[in-house]
């Protein structure tokens, strides 16, 4: 028998958000994951915010809805904010009710910025990594380091002579000024030195090598263990030549101890960062550069066995920058400053992290 097309609208539900969620969803195993870490934030949490006045978004929940965001690729707050008012996934997860309202996308942006001050990103993928059955997955001695482009939330257009009036229209030709005017940039020399952008003033010119195009951009930079290839580190800073082995050297210090070996690029084949990983005692496991040069890395190294499966576990690296870049919208970030993208990419390695771990811990038993 056929049924009829017909909406019942009943006044009362006796249906839980729980029930709505199959048992063998993905998102409970993250959320479990994602739960544990945040009750190791909760004295960070509370210096954030005073003791007195109206209570505001909890920054549970912030933390969780900000992690559906790049689970999801939802792109702006504003459609995040519209995802959770009817998506009983989304609502489940962050931890609102059936009925609970959702906030406006300017109150949670507001709040979410004061998450900022605590460099709770950061923290929140340190609270992950130290997880006793996360720590089971991680090697303390093999590592490998690398870089990549971020495209800064500014227009080629916005980038001006330093100092320039800002109702100043350089290079127009034709249509006088408006939002979008027209712009000729033949024959004109710009660099960092002499232009800045009026719309993200950390962005810098940056070209990633012969032949391509310069852009507005940062430079993230991310260090993984070699046994599953998580993310143990992730810092953002300004788009340099230098930029990616000034970083390097600093993370390596900071999670990599002594004997360990750091596999990379060729763009990492310099004097100066291997001595200074063996000033650090670790061992660089370097590709080795040879085009019109000579490389840094000798036989003492290369001879080694070590040295062979480095070369090939630190193209595992890619993986997490193609999640963050295509899943996690770090391609071309929404944002303008650096502490706010850098906030933004610490907290995108930690969700790849946290897509990844339950996998593991499932495949490892």
Same mark, same amino acid.
């Given at each position: 028998?056929? *049924?009829? $097309? ?42 954030? @915010? ?12 912030? =933390? ?16 995040? !904010?519209?995802?959770? $008012? ?8 962050? +931890?609102?009710? !059936? ?27 340190? %609270? &992950? =990594?130290? =997880? ?13 380091? $690398? *870089? ?14 330093? *100092?320039?009036?800002?109702?100043? $229209? ?16 033949? +024959? ?20 990633? %090598? ?21 993310? &143990? ?42 001595? %200074? ?29 070590? @040295? ?43 969700? @790849? ?13």
């Amino acid at each position: 028998m056929r *049924g009829e $097309d017909e909406r019942s609208e009943d006044l009362f539900s006796f249906v839980r958000l729980e029930q709505r969620v199959p048992a063998d969803h993905p998102l409970r195993a993250i959320r479990a994951l994602v739960d544990e870490a945040l009750g190791q934030l909760s004295r960070s949490f509370a210096r954030l @915010y005073a003791r007195d006045g109206r209570p505001s978004i909890p920054p549970e929940r912030l =933390l969780r809805a900000l992690l559906l965001q790049a689970f999801f690729t939802v792109r702006s707050e504003r459609q995040l !904010m519209e995802q959770l $008012d009817y998506n009983l996934l989304f609502r489940w997860f962050v +931890g609102l009710s !059936m009925d609970e309202a959702v906030w406006d996308a300017t109150v949670f942006c507001k709040n979410r910025d004061r998450l900022l001050d605590g460099d709770i990103a950061r923290k929140f993928m340190a %609270g &992950v =990594l130290s =997880l006793p059955q996360v720590r089971k997955l991680l090697s303390s001695e093999h590592f490998s380091v $690398d *870089g990549t482009l971020i495209e800064a939330w500014a227009s080629m257009k916005s980038f001006v002579p330093k *100092g320039a009036p800002s109702d100043q $229209d350089p290079g127009t030709s034709g249509g006088g000024q408006g939002r979008n005017a027209e712009r000729d940039f033949h +024959g004109e020399k710009r660099s960092n030195e002499t232009h800045a952008s009026t719309t993200d003033p950390d962005a810098r010119l940056f070209r990633k %090598g012969k032949g391509k195009e310069a852009k507005l951009c940062h430079m993230g930079h991310i260090f993984t263990e070699n046994r599953h290839g998580l993310i &143990v580190a992730a810092r953002l800073s300004e788009a340099s030549g230098t930029a990616e082995r000034t970083t390097a050297l600093a993370m390596i210090k900071a999670k990599a101890g002594r004997g360990s070996t750091v596999g990379a690029d060729k763009n990492y084949d310099t004097a100066d960062f291997v001595a %200074g990983c063996r000033k650090r005692g670790c061992t660089p496991h370097v590709a080795q550069n040879t085009t019109n040069r000579r490389s840094a890395i000798d036989g003492r190294t290369t001879r080694h066995a070590g @040295y062979a499966i480095s070369m090939i576990k630190r193209k595992r690296i890619e993986e997490p920058f193609g999640w963050m870049k295509t899943v996690g919208m770090m391609r071309k970030t929404r944002h303008r400053g650096r502490p706010l993208v850098a906030w933004f990419f610490v907290l995108t390695a930690a969700a @790849y992290n946290v897509i990844r771990i339950p996998k593991l811990l499932a495949a490892t038993g």
